[in-house]
């Protein structure tokens, strides 16, 4: 188990649903990675981010599909793309990242609550 935090530090991380509109590889990632444009709606629109995915997913599949990711860490370099969220996602028996979304369809942008 990790340290315990406060339900106060839960609700600073911003966890936001948005749909993938653009996916691409990302061939200069020193790990396999994708490139992903997430719309999380109106409020926090398109946002960028650099997903090491590529084990179970291929871009043409995840164009439409809802992601769960971390909207408010500050934007991070990797090589020359700038990642602007974390998509969330857990680690399967041979440590791929499985992503998590929600079982039913959601407004882009609904925070996790």
Known sequence: MTT???FD???AVDIRIGTVVEA???PQARKP???LVIDFGPDIGRKKSSAQIT???KPEDLIGR???AVTNFPPRQIGPFMSEVLTLGF???NS???LINADRRIPNGAKLL
């Open 4 to 6: 315990q935090i406060t």
């Open 9 to 11: 530090q839960f609700l």
């Open 24 to 26: 691409e590889p990302f």
């Open 33 to 35: 990675a994708l490139k």
């Open 55 to 57: 084990e179970h997913y």
């Open 66 to 68: 809802q992601v769960c």
């Open 91 to 93: 680690h399967d028996d």
């Open 96 to 98: 791929h990242v499985v």
